[in-house]
């Protein structure tokens, strides 16, 4: 009898299944020779598969391999990704879905894979000499058959060019190289590499050299900066004469200070410099500049400023739900104790800042505070009249959702002010996906409840609230998941 009880079970749900249902969706991630389709299966309760058809016309040609969509009754999303798609091509595809029952044709969509111009991801200059030098690059075809020249010169305006050369049609970065001859000795030279293909020309920014003569700046940088100290770095190459080098720094670009002089040798490679420079004040913009001397010329950098620091300010946590804590922590520059730091916020809905608090640092002038906002926050601290960058703390409203009797489910939504008429929606978890069941406005508690229908068996619930409805000021929020059973 349990037999026969299954059999007329298993013929029901047979009896009961439909033809699945599909839906063609967007295609997305569309690249140079690839793009991923999507789009949505009901199996109406049998058994399905699913696959799209695609080509260059709506009498598509080409499938995708054949996937399950399981034997539910509810939609499920799907995707598929192609490559090897030619660029700057019109497609057409549609979603399939088979099953016992029948089969099932989405609607007709198209894109276009994009055709884009080479991209010129890098162009430098390398093995200076006195009448030549090689320019590298780095150029990625974009999938279509490319090529490549040098427009070189003695100004901007360049006026020479050199030969051009294939570089194939691939969808990734190929370096490239040539020589450039015939140059004049001790002279500033600028150039720019070309690449093209039948989508368009893509011309690279412009780079400046000099020829084998005075010597040549690499780079300069800092590192170490402290509130009264930082370590000038730098490179310079003697470019084969003996050459020697210094820094000059002050607070303003007339500078006024030189570092003692060292040799930088006569070689033709780089040589790394640094000095380091003490007796600096807390919270002040400085100037470098990096000098070379040979008997060819002196050569000076490009000025750079830095800044030593102020107090610090840091917190602990970005973003946090209604009636948390946060820490805000720092350090002034002295590094001494029982120095006043005063904190500052500046509420989502407020205008202006307001001193929320004062606090004594500790031994390594560190200082900490805990704040509680009740909305999206803006926080700075001021010591001895220097202001920390401006931090920002996000907050949540809290939701919560319980379940008072079988099947009813209330929440409540607490924030810095009310949130009634805001729209809160409850979802549940399907598939790895959570999807709306119901929504309903916030009462003058900011409270709503639910009675929905649920499936039989298990569900995982929650209530979301979205920044939109949480209001200005606010993030958006989630409930804790909620485990019922029907």
Excluded: C
């Excluded at 070379?292 to 002196?298: H, Q, T």
Aim: overall charge neutral; cysteine-free.
């Amino acid at each position: 009898m349990i037999l026969g009880l299954a059999s007329g079970i298993a013929s029901s749900a047979a009896e009961a299944a439909t033809l699945p249902s599909v839906v063609t969706g967007p295609p997305s991630q569309i690249a140079v020779t690839g793009a991923t389709l999507s789009g949505d299966v009901d199996p109406g309760g049998a058994t399905t598969t699913y696959n799209f058809e695609y080509g260059t016309t709506a009498s598509y040609g080409l499938d995708t391999a054949v996937v399950s969509a399981g034997a539910g009754t509810h939609e499920v999303g799907v995707a598929s990704r192609l490559d090897g798609l030619t660029p700057g091509t019109a497609y057409h595809y549609r979603l399939v879905a088979r099953s016992s029952v029948g089969s099932s044709y989405g609607s007709d969509s198209t894109f276009r894979t994009p055709a884009n111009a080479p991209t010129i991801l890098k162009s430098l200059f390398d093995d200076v000499a006195d009448s030549s030098t090689d320019v590298v690059s780095e150029i990625d075809a974009n999938g279509l058959a490319s090529a490549w020249y040098v427009r070189y010169g003695t100004s901007t305006a360049l006026g020479l060019a050199a030969a051009a050369h294939a570089i194939g049609s691939s969808t990734s970065p190929v370096t490239v190289s040539v020589r450039l001859h015939g140059l004049a000795a001790h002279t500033s030279y600028y150039f720019e590499v070309v690449a093209a293909n039948a989508a368009g020309t893509t011309f690279g920014t412009q780079v400046s050299f000099l020829t084998t003569g005075a010597p040549i700046i690499a780079a300069q940088s800092i590192r170490d900066l402290t509130t009264t100290s930082v370590t000038l770095d730098g490179t310079v190459i003697p470019d084969g004469h003996e050459a020697k080098w210094y820094f000059q720094y002050g607070p303003t670009i007339t500078y006024g200070v030189n570092t003692a002089a060292a040799s930088a040798g006569s070689g033709m490679g780089s040589v790394a410099v640094a000095r380091a420079i003490v007796g600096l004040t807390p919270n002040t913009v400085y100037h470098f500049r990096l000098v070379a001397e040979s008997r060819d010329g002196v050569v000076v950098s490009s000025d750079t400023p830095f800044e030593t620091p102020g107090p610090s300010l840091s917190t602990s946590l970005g973003a946090v739900t209604f009636g948390a804590t946060v820490t805000l922590s720092g350090n002034v520059p002295s590094g001494a104790a029982n120095q006043v730091v005063a904190i500052y916020g500046e509420a989502a809905t407020e205008p202006s800042f307001v001193e929320l608090a004062t606090v004594l640092t500790g031994i390594g002038g560190s200082w900490a505070y805990g704040v509680r906002p009740g909305i999206g926050t803006n926080y700075k601290a001021i010591w001895h009249s220097e202001i920390s960058p401006t931090i920002s703390v996000g907050v949540s409203p809290s939701v919560t959702l319980r379940e008072p009797s079988h099947g009813r489910f209330v929440t409540h939504v607490a924030g810095g002010s009310r949130f009634n008429g805001r729209l809160v929606r409850l979802q549940r978890l399907e598939h790895g996906i959570w999807h709306n069941v119901a929504q309903r406005r916030l009462n003058g508690d900011s409270s709503a409840s639910f009675r929905p229908s649920l499936p039989a068996g298990q569900s995982r619930i929650r209530i979301y609230l979205t920044t939109y409805q949480a209001g200005p000021g606010y993030l958006a929020a989630l409930s804790g998941i909620h485990r019922y059973k029907l």
